[in-house]
């Protein structure tokens, strides 16, 4: 409980920060805009020439979208700012104000900050995903809402995972900015259900990089696919990745030698 | 003129040396943008199969054959960012090149020029691979390979200029993000990068005639999978000439009153 209250305190400090800024609300308002707008041409221009694609229909790559978006707003405010502060202070050597401090370093460099105004994504995904359901016409109930947000939260925790243990990687290989554009790269996958890829492709984007998990498995919640085999794999996985990124932070930390005097 | 040819030389030799070093970083930044085709080209395979094996005239080889060129042209097309100006202002960098005796536009040309030379050899492996994961269907005719190499470099000048162009948006307002956004979302959608202009609605391919994108991506990519006869081949490369001359004269002409927007910051 103490450290929900320290990631609640971190989050409000955080917020507070940001909203002195507001200018940069209608500048994110206006990129997210374009993206939205980019990714509409783009399926409507995919269903100007097909009716479906791989089993999907318009409304329901619509909500595929939806989640895309709605879970890239979630990783640019709350996830990828902490783990970009945290390769910072590796190379800064300013990490050890975190080490020094008398909570658990792991809950500590995961909440520090916040980047509130991406959250305009969250909301877009959000408006997309109501607009996806409405199309689809009455075929989402409440137990499609509790899969979906415990699809969308098991998703959310696996990508966490992925991120510490590739960041914790900034002890050993100080460098790791470009780590980044990668991620970044392999997320835009996600944009379309993981299963028209070919076999290596999805098996990387399910295990290797959880995209699958994060965006393809709560859409399947959403247009009524998900099976009960599925959210337990996804329980599972998490509980798995959960615990390596642990593992991994830990080793991590004994061989972090401390960079400033 | 041979003094700059020498310096053109020059700046593109140490342009190689330097990004050699970053192999790396530069590996990184390519499999990031991998990803990018390797999706379109997926989802459009996928769109060919469902319609009996074509769209748009593209089989799933020809799509391949599309994406894979596509791989090389993305990274010809980069060039320097607009973004960096502000750097460049703010940072004062820009006073210490003003002192040279040499416009920076040509510092930074031949530099990205040279760069693009580590970028071809370090693409060739990534090409491989691709290639023999997708199997493309491609046959260029001698001419048609001699074109695409002067297309690609036409369509490296034709981005190039015409961005630096651009970045001088930055002389004049503080709120830039959203000129250069607009600009790179209309690319993204009229140049053949998110799909070939052919899959594009009838007017939308008569619109690209007139915009420099398609110029400086989706030409060069067609001059070599053989969708072009030899006299739209000459007209867009006539094109390209156009639009690198459009991009030079931008800059000739903003480059003064840019100027006198300036106030140097550093020392």
Redesign the interface.
């Known amino acids: 409980m103490n450290y929900l209250r320290l990631a609640w305190l971190y989050l409000r400090v955080g917020v507070l920060n940001e909203l002195q800024y507001r200018a940069n609300f209608f500048?994110q308002l206006?990129?997210s805009l374009?993206a939205l707008?980019?990714g509409l041409?783009?399926l409507g221009?995919?269903f100007?020439?097909?009716n479906?694609?791989?089993g999907w229909s318009r409304a329901e790559l619509l909500a595929v979208m939806g989640v895309h978006i709605l879970m890239g707003g979630l990783i640019r405010t709350m996830i990828q700012p902490n783990m970009e502060r945290l390769m910072g202070d590796v190379q800064r050597g300013t990490l050890d104000y975190a080490l020094t401090k008398p909570a658990d370093a792991q809950v500590l460099v995961s909440v520090r900050e916040v980047r509130i105004w991406q959250s305009v994504d969250v909301l877009m995904g959000l408006l997309v995903l109501a607009a996806a359901v409405l199309q689809l016409q009455g075929r989402f109930g409440i137990w499609q809402a509790l899969g979906f947000l415990a699809a969308l939260a098991l998703g959310g925790l696996m990508i966490y995972s992925l991120w510490l243990m590739v960041t914790t990687g900034a002890f050993w290989v100080v460098?790791m900015e470009?780590?980044l554009?990668?991620?970044?790269?392999?997320y835009?996958?996600g944009?379309?259900p993981v299963g028209?890829?070919?076999d290596w492709?999805r098996t990387g984007l399910t295990f290797l990089v959880p995209v699958a998990f994060a965006v393809t498995v709560p859409a399947e919640a959403i247009t009524g696919r998900l099976t009960a085999q599925t959210l337990i794999g996804a329980a599972a996985l998490t509980a798995v990745m959960m615990t390596a990124a642990r593992m991994v932070w830990k080793f991590g930390l004994r061989n972090y030698t401390g960079a400033s005097a | 003129m041979s003094a700059s040819l020498d310096f053109y030389l020059t700046q593109m030799k140490t342009a190689i040396v330097v990004q050699f070093q970053y192999r790396v970083?530069n590996y990184?930044?390519m499999?990031?943008?991998?990803?990018?085709p390797?999706?379109y080209l997926?989802?459009w395979t996928?769109?060919a199969r469902?319609?009996g094996g074509t769209?748009?005239g593209y089989t799933a080889e020809a799509f391949a054959a599309y994406y894979i060129v596509w791989t090389l042209v993305r990274n010809m097309n980069i060039v320097l960012t607009p973004y960096a100006w502000e750097n460049r202002i703010r940072q004062g960098d820009l006073a210490a090149e003003l002192i040279r005796p040499l416009h920076p536009f040509h510092f930074d040309l031949a530099y990205f020029a040279g760069w693009k030379f580590v970028a071809i050899v370090m693409w060739l492996p990534i090409a491989v691979a691709l290639a023999l994961?997708f199997k493309p269907a491609l046959d260029p005719t001698a001419g048609e390979a001699a074109a695409f190499v002067v297309a690609l470099w036409g369509g490296f000048f034709v981005r190039f200029g015409l961005l630096w162009a651009l970045g001088l948006v930055t002389f004049f307002t503080t709120r830039v993000?959203?000129v250069f956004?607009?600009y790179f979302?209309a690319e993204?959608?009229l140049s053949g990068r998110?799909?070939p202009i052919s899959?594009?609605?009838q007017w939308v391919q008569g619109l690209v005639n007139f915009l420099p994108f398609k110029w400086a991506f989706g030409f060069p990519i067609e001059v070599l999978i053989g969708q072009l006869t030899p006299a739209q081949i000459v007209t867009g490369l006539l094109a390209q000439a156009a639009w690198s001359l459009f991009g030079v004269g931008l800059v000739w002409l903003l480059w003064r009153p840019s100027l006198r927007r300036f106030a140097a910051v550093g020392g």
Not at chain 1, 181 to 186: Q, S
Not at chain 2, 31 to 36: C, F, L, R, T, V
């Open positions: 500048v206006f990129q374009l707008g980019t041409v783009v221009l995919v100007g020439h097909t479906e694609l791989g460098r470009n780590i554009e990668l991620f970044e790269g392999i835009h996958a944009r379309w028209i890829y070919p492709l | 970083a990184f930044y499999i990031g943008m991998i990803a990018e390797v999706v997926v989802v996928t769109v469902a319609q769209v748009g994961i993000s959203a956004e607009l979302t993204l959608l998110l799909a899959l594009m609605p």
